[in-house]
């Protein structure tokens, strides 16, 4: 496909359709919202974005050297987001539980414990990370377990493939198996330690996280609110108000707590950059509370239909001013791919009369997940001097696509059958830093 494959130092031009956003489509008239260029050319220079435009207006300015990339009759987007997965959780997916409390018992806490073996660690990162480039995603903010050499054998993996992620090894003293509890109260030596050494470090991220607020002790929920004192400028990961017997318990845990997120909010783990998977079983001031702190939720549709814990009030959301992202979930959601998160959220608003356009669902999987996790100057568009991580896919991959798309007469209506009926079938090319880091059919 390549006259010869492309490295991250090289100039490069991408012929494609290209799109990104600017904006939220449904906060802001769509021509501000988006970019679309048909058979348009992305330049990228040392693996960052530099030009986009018309390709015949674009072309006759390229230097001779640069590397033409023909994906002509594909679409081409930034890098797809994913804002809420667990990586421990992979060889465990598709584990069929009563509830979240039964799930976590039955599987989720004897997968994690096979963490405490560095080597298996290692081998389900390289996998898990593999499995995020075949299915486009090229940043996500990911769960470890409680073992802190596991976290590392994540960032190890990831800086290999010179990717920008964010993780952390998770926050836990009770309420689950004594071989996978920090110290009581512990947990803060062992993240400092991790932060000092991966936060920052080429593309990554750490990010401080508390499993869900039932896994720790007050005396560790201190240690949270030191560590999050501490390091002001790190992100935050955890899940709040998923399923309702889960709320019950955490207001019998935390009795002085006005709510599930409010124990967050008293131990100073609301802020812009902390991001709460789940988010269903939220109220009105909840709602309220976290768009003040520039809080972010991450929409997990298929974890939430897989685990029956509820449905993600969209429109009350988004009316509230929260930052919103999309996640898979990896084990409790079904698929590592976006596209199928997609079509999940769509299904989850129509379930409460809501309805969930494309092109907003595409924003949310792009530069809607890049701002929810502060990361919007760096990733999730094409504006110039962004990082230049980019998925290209094809709209006709399977006989069906092909079919259904002849029969597609706008933008928007492409955008929702790919969502509705792609998958990792559609992704041609995955890019990071503008080099090739997956391609479907080898060169
Ligand atoms: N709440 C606490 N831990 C988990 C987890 O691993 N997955 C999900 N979906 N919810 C959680
Ligand atoms: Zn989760």
């Not at 994913?82 to 009563?98: K, L, S």
């Not at 609301?270 to 929409?299: E, K, Q, S, T, W």
């Not at 997940?369 to 006709?396: C, H, T």
């Not at 090319?429 to 080898?442: D, N, V």
Request: with cysteine; net charge negative.
């Amino acid at each position: 496909m390549f006259p010869v494959r492309p490295s991250r130092s090289e100039l490069i031009a991408v012929h494609a359709d290209l799109l990104h956003f600017r904006a939220d489509p449904g906060a802001q008239g769509d021509a501000a919202a988006y970019e679309y260029l048909p058979g348009g050319l992305l330049v990228v220079d040392q693996g960052k974005t530099v030009q986009i435009g018309p390709y015949d207006q674009v072309e006759p300015s390229l230097p001779e050297h640069a590397l033409m990339l023909d994906y002509s009759g594909c679409l081409c987007v930034p890098g797809f987001v994913d804002t809420h997965t667990h990586f421990p959780q992979t060889d465990m997916i598709a584990a069929p539980g009563a509830n979240l409390l039964d799930w976590l018992e039955r599987y989720t806490f004897p997968h994690e414990a096979r963490f405490a073996d560095e080597r298996h660690a290692a081998a389900v990162a390289d996998f898990f990370l593999d499995e995020l480039l075949s299915n486009g995603t090229t940043t996500a903010m990911v769960f470890g377990s409680v073992h802190g050499q596991a976290a590392a054998a994540f960032f190890s993996a990831a800086q290999r493939r010179a990717l920008r992620m964010l993780a952390g090894k998770v926050l836990m003293d009770r309420n689950c198996p004594e071989n996978l509890r920090d110290a009581p109260g512990g947990g803060y030596g062992e993240t400092a330690a991790l932060i000092e050494i991966w936060h920052g470090r080429d593309r990554l991220e750490y990010a401080i996280t508390p499993r869900f607020a039932a896994t720790s002790s007050v005396a560790q929920m201190r240690a949270l609110a030191e560590l999050a004192a501490d390091y002001p400028d790190v992100p935050i990961q955890s899940h709040v108000a998923e399923n309702r017997a889960e709320v019950a318990w955490v207001a019998q845990l935390f009795p002085g707590a006005r709510s599930y997120l409010d124990v967050y909010d008293q131990y100073g783990l609301l802020r812009p950059r902390a991001v709460y998977a789940h988010c269903i079983h939220l109220d009105a001031a909840d709602r309220a509370r976290m768009a003040a702190a520039g809080a972010a939720a991450a929409f997990c549709p298929s974890s939430n239909l897989f685990l029956g814990s509820g449905l993600f009030d969209l429109a009350a959301m988004r009316a509230a001013g929260v930052h919103i992202g999309l996640g898979t979930d990896v084990g409790a959601g079904t698929s590592f791919s976006m596209l199928r998160t997609m079509a999940d959220a769509y299904k989850v608003t129509q379930l409460q009369g809501q309805t969930l356009r494309a092109l907003q669902a595409w924003y949310l999987a792009t530069l809607g997940g890049a701002r929810a996790l502060g990361l919007q100057d760096r990733i999730g568009s094409f504006d110039s001097g962004r990082e230049a991580d980019f998925v290209v896919l094809d709209p006709r991959a399977t006989p069906l696509l092909a079919r259904r798309m002849e029969q597609a007469t706008s933008l928007e209506e492409r955008l929702f059958i790919l969502m509705t009926l792609g998958d990792d079938r559609c992704v041609r090319a995955t890019h990071i830093l503008g080099a090739p880091a997956y391609l479907r059919e080898a060169v």
